[in-house]
């Protein structure tokens, strides 16, 4: 191990829809000892258990569109709150556009705290459609898939120069098999960082 490295246990996963971002979290989160913190999964729990939250975002989330900022940031502020993500955290799907990376900034700068490295995952679009298809969740309609694209495009997709202006992005190649992708990132944390 470098003992010039500092320990990278406060990770952002960016990737368009279908790109792998929870596949991989699960094992960054596991190798890394941090909780994954998606906010996919926490929204479609909380339509799940049929609570105040998840009654609002639902029909949102079925077209394909983005939940407000406001609510996202409630919901991500409480979590990152936790107990359990004092001393880390994996982030997936937060933030999706920049006004939510400038909040996010704001969150830890409060908690005294900032992102180690922000991890792209590039995965070509008719791979995105392909995965998509496969797996037939709630919005993994084409429509709403080719929606969800869009989404990606024009909003989340600056983030990727957002972050590499803060000099802590790293691009992977999602387009390979799970344990290879996983690999190549905890390969990129290592360069930066201990793991
Ligand atoms: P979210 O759950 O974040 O959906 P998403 O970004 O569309 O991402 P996915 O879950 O579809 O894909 P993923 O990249 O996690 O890939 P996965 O590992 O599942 O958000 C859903 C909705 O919630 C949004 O549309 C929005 O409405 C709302 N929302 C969430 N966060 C929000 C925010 N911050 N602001 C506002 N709204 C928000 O893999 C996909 C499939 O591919 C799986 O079947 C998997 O087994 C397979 N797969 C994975 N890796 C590979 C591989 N290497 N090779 C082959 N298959 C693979």
Redesign the pocket.
């Known amino acids: 191990m470098d003992a010039a490295k500092q320990p990278i246990s406060r990770l952002l996963m960016v990737?368009p829809?279908?790109?792998?971002?929870?596949?991989?979290a699960a094992f960054l989160s596991e190798a890394l000892g941090v909780p994954a913190v998606?906010?996919?999964?926490m929204?479609r729990s909380a339509v799940a258990a049929r609570s105040a939250l998840g009654e609002r975002v639902e029909s949102?989330?079925q077209s394909?569109?983005?939940?407000d900022d406001e609510t996202?940031a409630q919901v991500v502020q409480q979590r990152l709150g936790e107990a359990d993500a004092q001393s880390g955290f994996l982030l997936?799907?937060?933030?999706?556009n920049l006004g939510?990376a400038e909040t996010l900034a704001g969150i830890l700068e409060r908690l005294e705290t900032q992102l180690d490295i922000v991890l792209v995952l590039d995965v070509p679009e008719e791979e995105l459609i392909r995965?998509?298809l496969?797996?037939k969740r709630d919005?993994d309609k084409v429509e709403v898939i080719r929606e969800?694209l869009s989404v990606y495009k024009n909003k989340t997709e600056p983030l990727i120069d957002y972050y590499r202006d803060r000099g802590i992005l790293s691009m992977v190649d999602?387009f390979?098999?799970?344990d290879s992708?996983t690999a190549a990132l905890l390969g990129e944390i290592r360069k930066v960082g201990q793991v």
Do not use: F, N
Request: proline share 5%; net charge positive.
């Open positions: 990737g829809p279908g790109s792998g971002k929870g596949t991989q998606s906010t996919g999964e929204l949102i989330m394909g569109a983005l939940v996202m997936d799907g937060y933030p999706r939510q995965r998509a496969a797996r919005d969800r999602g390979q098999a799970v992708v």
